[in-house]
Nanobody, 130 residues
Framework: VRLAESGGGLMQTGGSLRLSCTMS????????MGWFRQVSGKEREFVAG????????????SYADSVKGRFAITRDNANNMVYLQMNNLKPEDTAVYSC????????????????????WGQGTQVTVSS
């Protein structure tokens, strides 16, 4: 599985951006997906995650407290895409954002630990000016 992020850039406080993650190599229907971010000199942190689709309950998602209510993660398996809609951006959202895939995941489970993910993209820079 190869992952490639796009959609980053410079935005003013209060603005919106949508990040995209393109998956290639194989269909990743069994993958849970996550978005993480990292500021230089700091540890990578979980931003949002979405589960493998359950036929009973659909997708589960989860968010870091710092982005809850402002960010939304979605996925389009038919087109091998994962998105992160970021609204009401704040300067503290400035970071390199990376998407990640965990293959052979459990239905309906979101993974917030970066160590369980098998594949990572290169990242895209998001800068929010005050």
């Amino acid at each position: 599985v190869r992952l490639a992020e796009s959609g980053g850039g410079l935005m003013q406080t209060g603005g919106s951006l949508r990040l995209s993650c393109t998956m290639s190599g194989r269909t990743c229907d069994d993958c849970a997906m996550g978005w993480f971010r990292q500021v230089s000199g700091k540890e990578r942190e979980f931003v949002a995650g979405i589960s493998r689709k359950s036929s009973i309950s659909g997708y589960a998602d989860s968010y870091a407290d710092s982005v809850k209510g402002r960010f939304a993660i979605t996925r389009d398996n038919a087109n091998n895409m994962v998105y992160l809609q970021m609204n009401n951006l704040k300067p503290e959202d400035t970071a390199v954002y990376s998407c990640a895939a965990k293959e052979r995941s459990y239905y309906g489970v979101v993974y917030s630990s970066s160590t369980v993910y098998n594949y990572w993209g290169q990242g895209t820079q998001v800068t929010v000016s005050s």
